[in-house]
């Protein structure tokens, strides 16, 4: 895969890691709501939900650069009844302003809770339908390695997963900043003990699913005709180091935040020492999830003209 090539993955990359990181921060928002005051949590959220939309916007700058003609693109919108990229690229912009209208409202009217619950889960929508439209596009019958159901699975899988290591980072950091500048961190503490609980199992779920994907879709390919089989060969042959470097750092980065977790809730160490483990953690699904993307894009076999 050349530069421009490479663009095309690591815009999914980013937006899905927006969309799951929003999603994420959302539910955790809406579970808070019984022991924070809307204050108090759209003050934790504010700083998190900026990255995400800065992020959406790098991942849609980023987008153009594969593109021959990146002035043109306005034109792909025209095609939206019948286009799954242009029903992406519309859900992608409808996602991008809906996170910077939450933004907006958390940090300009925080005295309205419901309209920011409101415009948050709105935004969440579009994020959902636009890793669908984005995981449907590779849906296509030339192109045996993709076109199974497992393809969009593994999209929502992978958001998830991207999306638990980011707020989990984010939410550190937004600590730390704060413990740094001397600031009272004393909510942003709280908050992470109130949360890295659940985002821990909701990892620990996300990388099995992942796993068992993997699994899931290497007996597919055994099981189909010779372009499939083709894809299998490639995968379990020539890129079997790699496929085995990524099983292992999900196994490995989802066992390891999983024990750092469960010590500070055994009291045997505090949320500023999770720096380190969720940090490295992440990285490693991060790492893991670039290299299931040029898989899946290396090993795709195409047949007939299309």
């Keep these: 895969m050349n530069i421009r090539e490479w663009t095309l993955p690591v815009y999914t990359i980013l937006m899905q890691i927006s969309v799951g990181a929003h999603f994420l921060?959302?539910?955790?928002?809406?579970?808070?709501?019984?022991?924070?005051?809307?204050?108090?949590?759209?003050?934790?959220?504010?700083?998190?939900?900026?990255?995400?939309?800065?992020?959406?916007?790098v991942a849609m700058i980023g987008s153009h650069f594969h593109l021959s003609r990146p002035f043109h693109?306005?034109?792909?919108?025209?095609?939206?009844?019948?286009?799954?990229?242009?029903?992406?690229?519309?859900?992608?912009?409808?996602?991008?302003?809906?996170?910077?209208?939450v933004w907006y409202l958390s940090r300009y009217h925080s005295n309205?809770?419901?309209?920011?619950?409101?415009v948050g889960w709105l935004g969440i929508f579009?994020?959902?339908?636009?890793?669908?439209?984005?995981?449907?596009?590779y849906l296509i019958p030339t192109q045996t390695a993709w076109n199974s159901v497992t393809v969009i699975i593994s999209f929502y899988v992978t958001t998830l997963l991207l999306g638990c290591a980011t707020i989990m980072c984010l939410l550190i950091l937004d600590m730390m900043f704060s413990e740094i500048q001397h600031?009272?961190?004393?909510?942003?503490?709280?908050?992470?003990?109130?949360?890295?609980?659940?985002?821990?199992?909701?990892?620990?779920?996300?990388?099995a699913a992942s796993l068992a994907v993997v699994f899931v879709q290497i007996a597919l390919l055994g099981q189909g005709d010779i372009t499939a089989r083709t894809s299998l060969?490639?995968?379990?042959e020539l890129y079997l180091p790699l496929l085995l470097i990524r099983l292992l750092?999900?196994?490995?980065?989802?066992?390891?935040?999983?024990?750092?977790?469960?010590?500070?809730?055994?009291?045997?160490?505090?949320?500023?020492?999770?720096?380190m483990p969720v940090y490295l953690s992440s990285m490693m699904i991060f790492v893991a999830e670039i290299v299931g993307r040029f898989l899946f894009y290396a090993t795709h076999i195409r047949t007939g003209l299309f």
């Excluded at 309205?112 to 409101?118: D, F, S, V, W």
């Excluded at 636009?130 to 596009?137: D, E, G, S």
């Excluded at 060969?233 to 379990?236: E, G, H």
Aim: a positive charge.
């Design 183 to 207: 600031m009272d961190a004393s909510l942003q503490v709280q908050f992470v003990k109130h949360s890295f609980g659940g985002l821990t199992g909701v990892m620990l779920l996300a990388a």
């Design 25 to 57: 921060l959302w539910v955790i928002r809406a579970r808070a709501g019984s022991r924070f005051s809307p204050v108090e949590m759209d003050k934790v959220i504010r700083n998190p939900v900026l990255v995400i939309w800065f992020t959406a916007l």
């Design 126 to 137: 579009w994020g959902l339908l636009l890793v669908y439209c984005m995981a449907r596009i």
């Design 249 to 275: 750092l999900l196994v490995i980065a989802s066992l390891y935040l999983a024990f750092s977790v469960s010590q500070l809730y055994r009291n045997k160490s505090t949320p500023q020492s999770l720096m």
């Design 73 to 101: 693109s306005i034109f792909a919108l025209m095609n939206f009844k019948s286009s799954w990229l242009s029903r992406e690229i519309v859900f992608s912009i409808l996602f991008f302003l809906t996170t910077l209208v």
């Design 233 to 236: 060969r490639l995968l379990i």
């Design 112 to 118: 309205r809770p419901k309209l920011i619950a409101g």
